[in-house]
């Protein structure tokens, strides 16, 4: 199952009998059965699954190797899945043995890929009975078997029309130094495969995570890792079944049961951000000249592409920038406050001045700066908010501002600023009927322009309250909210700004009641109406975050956003092309905002800050813009 750049895989671990190759294949056809309604593009079983990873020294034995033979090629006559299935045997060249993995699709054998590093210690012998595949791989490039000549050694298997690619590494080779894994990731493998066969002992499940985790991390990679199960334990050890699917550094995909019953486990791997994170990553690109290797042989593979719903193995998130852990809140609000205090400590001063509106920003910010005072021993009093209502200001959001400065218990000042906006607008000959931009922001500049001031005359600094989805989006005035001298809010999406005000509301009981007033309060600028409402002039913020993720850390295209939008937020075709739309067209168009904003710190995986991630100049055009209209 293959469709909008999500790839199917699976990994297996059947019942098994060891030394009996026909039965292990009927055991895997049955599996293969079973995953029919899944449809997955590759599926892996484990190591030696043909005739048994614990056959000891009948492997010598010439009647199991023609037996093994045998079963695979029933194998081959009546396997009717369409995908790609990888499973374990052993082939003999020149009366050497090599423990080897079949790639095959269909009823061909695509490749043959042998094991190098091969174990000697504790419960495993396996230089007593194999060679390993390292020198051979190098000479020999394809064998004979069921009258084909099918290609052997280093290989990575291709599909050009989707450009996935993956190789294949046999349990030890994963453990090793430098396994082969790493150099047919850096050779262009998106996915690895490791049929394995791993005996359970305590602890060892978690070197298996840390491994398979690392390799997907370092290499933008997804880690594809399947045992053999308890059916084929002997007297001596029990095996783990232990399956993983890993991307990206993260687990999609576990099974850690110890079971005598077949078994499946599924992910879908995102094929199109592993190739976004590759062209991103500076590292992957100087792996190209240290680990080139032209001996690895390039092996075509068929991928159908599903035009019907993609079923996902688990439900996408509608909310990818939310941290789901405790312990991520903790270390956004740490991030926040460290980065406020090492820059009054490099200036030499120990106040601020900021803008509170009874919005969900400014009441972050000023929670967090109430938090870094309080743990930096900095005097609260030294806090210095000021809410500035105007026309449109409503009492609700007016009197949440002033109650929350007062418990919170900073100097704090109503400063109403009616009567010096009106006197702007006549200044510049604005009709005060005409609600328009201009008229909104000559209140956003008078109000930066008075906390500037007021910092001057304190000795203080101007902390800045827009968030990432602003800053995306451009919603803010030039010069007005747009300008600060340090701003606290800009690494974080106002998805993630209003669940960590809700987080405070366990820091900081004492104003919990207020904070839940503000979170309850439609966001709004107050500056034309009241009842001004900001997500029916840009759109729904949880969407727009949900775009700017995809966009910018998974590099998704604006066809994909779209599907992913109808899938995720159950929007129709039309309102989520006018979304993805209505973001580019903001995002692009507002970059010369992002080229002048103060400066910020990095709190997530990505940063709108143009000294370090954003690299675009202000006058960039969108080239699909009209093609996506």
Avoid at 289 to 312: A, C, G, Q, W
Avoid at 386 to 399: K, Q, V
Avoid at 611 to 628: A, C, F, P, V
């Amino acid at each position: 199952m293959y469709s909008h750049g999500f790839l199917k895989v699976a990994a297996a671990s059947p019942v098994a009998r060891v030394g009996d190759p026909l039965f292990n294949v009927k055991e895997m056809l049955k599996v293969l059965n079973t995953i029919e309604e899944k449809k997955p593009s590759i599926i892996c079983f484990p190591e030696m699954g043909i005739p048994g990873y614990s056959i000891g020294d009948l492997i010598f034995q010439k009647y199991l190797y023609e037996d093994s033979l045998e079963a695979i090629n029933y194998f081959l006559k009546n396997n009717n899945y369409d995908g790609v299935v990888i499973f374990g045997s052993y082939i003999i060249i020149n009366d050497a043995i090599y423990n080897c993995c079949f790639v095959s699709q269909k009823n061909k054998i695509l490749g043959i890929v042998p094991k190098n590093f091969l174990p000697h210690t504790n419960e495993f012998y396996e230089s007593r009975w194999f060679a390993s595949g390292s020198m051979i791989s190098k000479e020999v490039k394809s064998v004979n078997l069921f009258g084909e000549t099918i290609p052997f050694g280093k290989i990575i298997f291709e599909n050009r029309l989707y450009d996935v690619t993956f190789g294949a590494e046999i349990c030890a080779d994963m453990w090793a130094p430098m396994s082969p894994s790493e150099t047919l990731f850096s050779n262009g493998a998106l996915m690895v495969f490791n049929p394995s066969a791993s005996p359970i002992c305590i602890g060892k499940s978690d070197y298996r995570r840390m491994l398979t985790k690392t390799m997907s991390f370092k290499f933008n990679g997804a880690y594809i890792y399947a045992s053999n199960n308890a059916s084929e334990s002997t007297s001596e050890v029990v095996f783990s079944g232990h399956k993983i699917i890993a991307e990206a550094g993260s687990i999609i995909s576990e099974d850690e049961k110890i079971s005598l019953d077949s078994s499946v486990i599924y992910g879908d791997i995102d094929i199109d951000k592993l190739h976004y994170l590759r062209r991103n990553n500076s590292y992957y690109k100087s792996s190209q000249d240290m680990t080139r290797d032209i001996d690895i042989l390039k092996v075509s593979f068929d991928l159908t592409y599903l035009n019907d719903e993609f079923h996902f193995e688990k439900e996408l998130d509608k909310f990818p920038f939310v941290p789901k852990v405790k312990r991520e809140f903790e270390e956004i609000i740490n991030i926040q406050i460290a980065s406020v205090i090492k820059r009054l400590e490099y200036i030499g001063i120990k106040k601020v001045v900021l803008g509170v509106s009874g919005g969900l920003d400014s009441t972050l910010a000023l929670l967090s700066l109430c938090y870094a005072f309080d743990k930096y021993g900095y005097d609260r009093k030294n806090i210095l908010g000021f809410t500035m209502p105007s026309f449109a200001t409503s009492a609700n959001t007016l009197n949440n501002s002033l109650e929350l400065m007062k418990k919170l218990n900073i100097t704090y000042k109503e400063i109403p600023i009616h009567d010096m906006v009106s006197s702007q607008l006549d200044v510049i000959g604005q009709n005060r009927e005409n609600k328009d931009t201009t008229y909104e922001n000559v209140q956003a500049r008078y109000r930066t322009l008075t906390l500037m001031n007021i910092a001057n005359k304190e000795k203080a600094i101007v902390i800045g309250t827009g968030d990432m989805s602003e800053i995306a989006l451009g919603w803010s005035t030039f010069n007005g909210d747009h300008m600060a001298m340090y701003a606290i809010n800009a690494g974080l999406p106002k998805t993630v700004v209003k669940e960590v005000v809700n987080y405070y509301c366990d820091v900081y009981p004492e104003v919990s009641s207020v904070i839940k007033r503000i979170l309850e309060t439609p966001i709004t600028p107050e500056l034309a109406s009241s009842s001004q409402s900001t997500e029916d002039i840009i759109g729904k913020y949880e969407i727009n975050d949900f775009i700017l993720y995809h966009f910018l850390v998974n590099g998704d295209t604006s066809d994909r956003i779209e599907y992913l939008l109808q899938r995720v937020m159950n929007l129709d075709n039309d309102v989520a092309k006018e979304y993805v739309y209505n973001f580019n067209k903001r995002f692009y168009s507002q970059q010369y905002k992002r080229l002048t904003a103060p400066e910020s710190v990095k709190i997530l995986d990505i940063s709108l800050s143009p000294r370090t991630e954003i690299r675009l100049n202000g006058d960039i055009y969108y080239s699909r813009e009209k093609k996506n209209r």
